[in-house]
């Protein structure tokens, strides 16, 4: 919108010169726009950092007991969980108790998502990194069952996600899981030729149909790769040892990519 209000003042103003140097003037205010978008202030995105953080353990808590009752295998997954994030031993008893308030009884779903809503609301990004680390740790013994996707309904309902959004984000997550190395594809290193039901795999986990163009395919990727950016996600708030998720996310999108684009070259 800068570039185009400039080209337009600028030939008003000055002619064929005028419209490149407002193009030029433009093209610095939209680039100062989206850094402003995606850095905040320290202030407000310690704030946010704080809200993310609360929210995600919050929900694990409440997520593991959506079948009524906390197993020791949903405690195991909670715990491999911040091993993995490499969680400070601050961050990590802070995250035990978050995980028992989810848990309890009295614990308000409205009430929690509220809260994140207005801390982090205006980042999709960080709404979408919530669902990602819920659905990956739902998914974390194979499979989601019934009440465990229906609390994901709830939690994706309540910041803003459609039913159909939902379901794509969940598709995506379940074949980019085949694209790691705990998945049981593991296809990153693969020698020979992909087979049918592998690219469909690698189709769903960039969200795209088969028949997209090489354009399209390479700007859902771009588009894919953008959103799971470590240093953008720190720029609007995500928590520095909650990076290592968009990091793996970032890894298996490649991987798929990679697939594909050897596929249609060949």
């Given amino acids: 919108m800068g570039k185009l209000i400039g080209a337009i003042v600028g030939f008003w103003a000055g002619g064929f010169w005028g419209f490149l140097l407002g193009l030029f003037i433009g093209s610095i205010v939209d680039r100062s726009i989206r850094v402003s978008h995606f850095h905040i202030p320290s202030g407000d995105r310690q704030e946010i950092q704080d809200t ?4 995600t353990f919050t929900l694990l808590g409440y997520l593991a007991k959506a079948d009524g009752r906390v197993s020791e295998a949903e405690v195991q997954q909670t715990e491999k969980l911040m091993d993995k994030l490499g969680l400070t031993a601050d961050h990590r008893r802070a995250a035990i108790d978050l995980f028992k308030q989810g848990s309890q009884h009295n614990f308000s779903l409205p009430e929690l ?17 919530l669902l990602v680390y819920l659905i990956s740790i739902a998914l974390a013994d194979g499979a989601i069952d019934s009440s465990e996707e229906a609390v994901l309904r709830q939690v994706a309902q309540g910041i803003g996600f459609s039913g159909f959004a939902f379901e794509q984000l969940l598709r995506m997550i379940k074949a980019q899981n085949q694209f790691s190395g705990q998945g049981q594809g593991h296809y990153r290193h693969y020698q020979q030729a992909p087979s049918a039901s592998e690219l469909d795999l690698a189709y769903d986990a960039l969200g795209v149909d088969k028949s997209i163009s090489d354009k399209e395919l390479k700007r859902a990727y771009r588009k894919l790769m953008s959103q799971y ?8 708030g995500l928590p520095e040892d909650m990076i290592h998720e968009a990091t793996e996310r970032s ?9 594909i684009q050897k596929s249609r070259k060949s």
């Fill in 251 to 259: 890894q298996e999108i490649q991987a798929a990519y990679d697939m």
């Fill in 52 to 55: 993310f953080f609360s929210t």
């Fill in 113 to 129: 998502l509220g809260k994140f809503n207005q801390a982090c609301g205006r980042h999709p990004n960080l709404k979408q990194m």
């Fill in 229 to 236: 950016h470590p240093d953008k996600l720190m720029g609007q």
